[in-house]
């Protein structure tokens, strides 16, 4: 049972940036998908979450129209691409699943925003 993400990313400001989490060892659609990030010297910020079941997903206010969930069941992938990247978007970016606790979580990814 994991979740396995994508590699580290680098971006320029005002770009977009789409980190990838397949699951895998138990029922894709059984579980929601939570998104959260840690910038350097901070703690987690939770961005939002997914239902791969339906697709249907709820973001962090701070992230309204700037974030996108989306999840592929043929694949067990979930994505997240944020749009208008800024220096401030600079950190690790987890999947994790369920409910606060999650029980699982990716390895995280770095994305780094750099001119």
């Known amino acids: 049972i994991q979740l396995v993400q994508s590699a580290a990313e680098v971006r320029t400001p005002r770009t977009s940036v789409k980190v990838s989490c397949k699951a895998s060892?138990?029922?894709?659609?059984?579980?929601?998908i939570n998104w959260l990030r840690q910038a350097p010297g901070q703690g987690f910020e939770w961005m939002g979450r997914?239902?791969?079941?339906?697709?249907?997903?709820k973001y962090a206010e701070t992230f309204q129209g700037r974030v996108a969930f989306t999840a592929d069941t043929s694949t067990n992938t979930v994505y997240v691409e944020l749009t208008r990247v800024t220096f401030n978007d600079t950190a690790v970016y987890y999947c994790?699943?369920?409910?606060?606790?999650?029980?699982?979580w990716g390895q995280g990814t770095q994305v780094t925003v750099s001119s």
């Open positions: 994790a699943r369920g409910g606060n606790p999650y029980d699982l």
């Open positions: 060892g138990y029922t894709f659609t059984s579980y929601f």
């Open positions: 997914i239902d791969p079941e339906d697709g249907k997903a």
